[in-house]
């Protein structure tokens, strides 16, 4: 399967905005309608943020977003919160039912 | 409440063998495919396996395909994953997931598996 990249960490005071990108191929990311990503606390199971590239699970805050320009996916943070220091995982469908992860970017709230 | 009990993790020497399992309750099982993820120590993680409703159709990763069959009991409300074959680099926790990112995505606890001599 493909491999997708993203920063190994990002960080931002609080009430800052970051952007986390996940970049693939045409394989992958620039021609899947379903990226995903995934907010993970240590020692906690992960937890799906965005779906289908910009759709917000219900319940998550509003100052989470997704986008996709090309090959490239991101997750912007906006308005940064303490309770926002995990790791995020994008993960991009890649056709016959295969999804694959990206390696993961640690968010660091400063 | 969707719950889903990952279970039958444990140490197990390189070319050995072991079963996890999953009991779902909440929602109709044979509605939903079901996924298997994996998250080796301090890395990240790897989706590995799914199968569909009715079990007819299975999907796995390179990595597994051919060690790996993952199955599921409807009757019990159960998903298998049987690994076969094992390596030191199958050493993980192994989630299992219900309507994989989708917008009712739900993962298990999780349950550890270390291959070592």
């Known amino acids: 399967q493909s491999a997708l990249t993203q920063p190994r960490s990002v960080s931002g005071s609080p009430g800052q905005s970051v952007t986390i990108s996940c970049t693939g191929t045409?394989?992958?990311?620039?021609?899947?309608?379903?990226v995903s990503w995934y907010q993970q606390h240590p020692g906690k199971a992960p937890k799906l943020m965005i779906y289908?590239?910009?759709k917000r699970l219900s319940g998550v805050p509003d100052r989470f977003s997704g986008s996709k320009s090309g090959n490239t996916a991101s997750l912007t943070i906006s308005g940064l919160q303490a309770e926002d220091e995990a790791d995020y995982y994008c993960c991009s469908y890649v056709g016959s039912y295969i999804y694959v992860f990206g390696p993961g970017t640690k968010v660091t709230v400063l | 409440e969707v719950q889903l009990l990952d279970s039958g993790g444990g140490l197990v020497q390189p070319g050995g063998s072991l079963r996890l399992s999953c009991a779902a309750s909440?929602?109709?099982?044979?509605?939903?495919?079901m996924n298997w993820v994996r998250q080796a120590p301090g890395k990240g993680l790897e989706w590995i396996s799914a199968i569909s409703g009715s079990g007819g159709t299975t999907y796995y990763a390179d990595s597994v395909k051919g060690r790996f069959t993952i199955s599921r009991d409807n009757s019990k409300n159960t998903l298998y994953l049987q690994m076969n074959s094992l390596r030191a680099e199958d050493t993980a926790v192994y989630y299992c997931?219900?309507?994989?990112?989708?917008?009712?995505?739900?993962w298990g606890q999780g349950t550890l598996v270390t291959v070592s001599s």
């Open positions: 289908d590239v910009s």
């Open positions: 045409s394989s992958d990311v620039g021609g899947s309608d379903y």
């Open positions: 909440g929602f109709t099982f044979n509605n939903y495919a």
């Open positions: 997931a219900k309507s994989f990112s989708r917008s009712d995505d739900y």
